[in-house]
Structures are given as C-alpha cells and as structure tokens.
C-alpha cells in the first residue's frame, strides 16, 4: 500500500499491452502499448497495432496529446452501427454505440458550447467535421450555421502552423463531441504550440469566449509549478473542464492532476448479454495515482492519497475497442481508429453539456461525487503495479484508473 507523496511506480510500456490481451482474449484482439515516438509498436502475434499521434515530451512543461491510432488490425473492429452510408461503414464504434453504452439522450445539449482546446493547427478541421457528421446523420456543424467556429490561442484568426499528429487529435476531439451530444456547438482553439502556457492561456480564451464545458486531450510529466497555472487556467468555477488522464499506464500527469478539473480515465467497452448491453474493464493504458504537488479537493474523500488522486470518471479508452475517426491531414487519410484518453475526455465533456450549465460558483468535477448512482461502476482489471491498491486496480466503488466509473445518463453531471 502506497503511503501519501509516495511517487507512483510507473507501469513498463508493455503493461498496458497485457492488460487489454487479458480483457480480449474471447475476441482474439491484442492492443499493443503505446511506442514512446510516433512510430507503431509491432508484435508478430498480434492482429492490432497502435502508434501515438504525437510523440512523448521529454521537456518540462510541454504537454503531448494523447491519440492512440489503430495503424493494423482495424478490420478485424466491429463496424459502427446505422451508418447514413452502409456502403462504407468505418470499423470502431460510432454515435449510436456510445449513446447507446452510456444511455445518453438523443436530445439536450441545443446551443451548448464545448470547447476543444489543442495545439497546432488543423487546416482540414471543418471539412473533416463534415464528412464524420454525414456518415452519421448528424446535423450540419459548420462556420456558416454558426455551430462551429476555430480561433487561435487568442482568439482571433490568426491561427498557428499545421501539425498532422496534433490534427488527429483534432480531428478525434470533434468526433467525440459530434458523437456524444449532436446538438452542442463546437469552439475549437488552437494554441500556438504545446507548451502548458499556450494550451492554458488557450482554455482562458475558450473560457473568454463563453464556453462553459472545455475538453484537454493532451497532458505531461508533474511539475513545481503546477500550482501556478492551477490558478492561471483552470481555476474556472461554473465551468467543467476534463482533461485526459493519460495512456501510458499507472502514474499521474497534469493537467489531469488539477484539482479544479474532471480527471477522465478510460476503460475497455465491449457489448455483452447484461441488461445494460454492454460492460467496461479498466483499460491497461489509463493513468491513475497520487498527485505529488496538487492538493486534494474537498469532494475527494478516498484515503491512501494526501493529495489529488486521478481520476473522477472514465469513458472508452482502449484502441482494441476503439471510436471511429475521419481526418484527412497527413500521411494516413481517412477513416481511421483511435482510442486513448484523448477520446474519454471529449466524451465526458460533452456529456456535461447534456447534464445543462454548471451552477454559478460550482466545481463540476464534485458533480459526480455527489451523484454516484448515475455511473456505472468499472470493478475489474489493472494499469499497472502498486501492490493491489485501489489506486491501479478497478474495484467497487471508487478507483484510480476508472473513478466513479462511466456515465450512466447524465445525472451525475449535472449540479
């Protein structure tokens, strides 16, 4: 058992890779731990295989986004349901699969802002929006209807230079958003690159322009300031803000260890015979553990973290279950699937926005902590080592990897 400011012990790379063989053995699909650059991690017995969209920072305070790409094996997915063009129905679940996996409403959300805040630019970000909502049936999201609007970190139009791995982030972002709440506009701010101060002076400006639900799929190592721009960017009460948990297993990193935002797990989503339909396993990959800087939040009540422990809740995070994705920018164009935190953030984002506007003064990520009934609770599988604790195991109740659990409706997100 880990006593407070322990520093966790950080799963091998491979970890997360046994971990999801484990949970998708009876499916005969592996995923593949994450590679440490942007290049696909390969086994010869596997039938699936990932690559990180951007590659891991090494320097303090540079955040990287944490889209996992199915570079192999994404046949071998089941197809998205009720397709608008069954001709060519991508592989990975689609809107109707996790609507249906969490029972969220097929309304709500009308006028709505959820901000996504990245860096780098996406210059096929609109178009690419186009083609995923009409593959789906979804409604129209554009500049011209006023659904959708792009900004630099400032929030004007001067935008910053292209990147293709942080535009498949982009790209995963707006997906999930379209995904999980049809009705809700989209602001997508683009930071001048990955600094933590650009993506925080980003959420500022997302917060300026009257957001009041903003999604960060990206993260790094823990630092002495935290605190700092704790205060500087996060601090927004009546806002929900998620962050990714992160994808390399058992550990903390921020921004998701800010005790003013909804720290997003991930799990393993698969379909099954229970009166739910379907059931979620811990996802090797998700980060989880004791902050060593951020104080914990008075909602917090779990005890073997002094501070901050990650996460709150969680949404589907592994790639062997992944979500279907459409970008164009880049080498690889087109349909593709993706997983990582980066899609369980946008996800829970937007599912505040159903839930309706946080209370003036609130802190939404307490919402599902007062709320525990309206989750699903994840009880089974690890990301990492830490002697059988809570904080990288699922169990009843509460846990690191996992939270609260998943959505189940959007009760526990309202307040």
């Known amino acids: 058992m880990h006593t407070p400011h322990t520093t966790p012990r950080k799963a091998s790379h491979t970890w997360p890779a046994l971990i999801a063989a484990a949970g998708l053995a009876a499916a005969g699909l592996v995923a593949l731990a994450p590679s440490a650059g942007a290049q696909p991690q390969q086994a010869p017995s596997h039938r699936l295989t990932t690559a990180r969209s951007c590659s891991v920072s090494t320097a303090v305070d540079v955040m990287a986004c944490k889209a996992l790409k199915v570079t192999s094996g994404a046949d071998s ?17 689609g809107p109707t699969e996790l609507r249906g996996a969490y029972a969220l409403p097929d309304t709500g959300g009308d006028g709505a802002t959820v901000a996504i805040v990245d860096a780098y630019d996406n210059p096929n970000a609109e178009a690419d929006l186009a083609t995923y ?28 230079v292209p990147d293709p791995g942080w535009a498949e982030e982009i790209s995963l972002d707006l997906d999930m958003v379209s995904a999980t709440c049809p009705a809700c506009h989209i602001l997508l701010v683009e930071a001048d690159n990955s600094a933590m101060t650009s993506l925080g002076e980003s959420v500022n400006t997302a917060v300026a322009l009257g ?26 009460p009546g806002v929900a803000i998620t962050v990714s948990s992160g994808d390399a297993g058992y550990g903390v990193e921020y921004p998701a260890g800010s005790q003013y935002v909804t720290a997003v797990g991930g799990t393993s989503l698969q379909q099954d015979t229970s009166a739910r339909g379907w059931s979620d396993t811990v996802w090797g990959g998700a980060g989880s553990g004791c902050s060593s800087y951020d104080p914990k939040p008075a909602w917090q009540q779990d005890g073997e973290c002094a501070g901050r422990t990650v996460a709150d809740v969680s949404a589907v995070a592994d790639p062997a279950t992944g979500v279907a994705v459409y970008d164009t920018y880049g080498n690889d164009r087109g349909w593709e699937v993706f997983g990582g935190t980066s899609a369980s953030a946008p996800i829970i984002a937007s599912v505040y926005a159903l839930a309706g506007q946080p209370s003036e003064g609130s802190y939404p990520a307490s919402f599902p902590y007062a709320h525990g009934g309206g989750l699903n609770d994840v009880a089974s599988g690890t990301n990492g080592e830490c002697a059988g604790s809570y904080l990288c195991t699922g169990v009843a109740g509460y846990d690191g990897p996992t939270g609260l659990g998943t959505p189940d409706g959007v009760a526990a997100f309202a307040g």
């Open 211 to 236: 957001a009041k639900y903003v999604s960060n799929s990206y993260g790094g190592g823990e630092s002495g300031a935290d605190s700092s721009y704790d205060s500087q960017y996060f601090d927004h």
């Open 133 to 160: 909502r009409s593959q789906y049936g979804l409604p129209a999201c554009t500049t011209d209807n006023g659904c959708f609007r792009k900004v630099g970190q400032s929030g004007g139009a001067t935008l910053p």
């Open 77 to 93: 997915l089941a197809p998205a349901a009720r397709s608008a063009h069954p001709a060519a129905i991508p592989s990975g679940y």
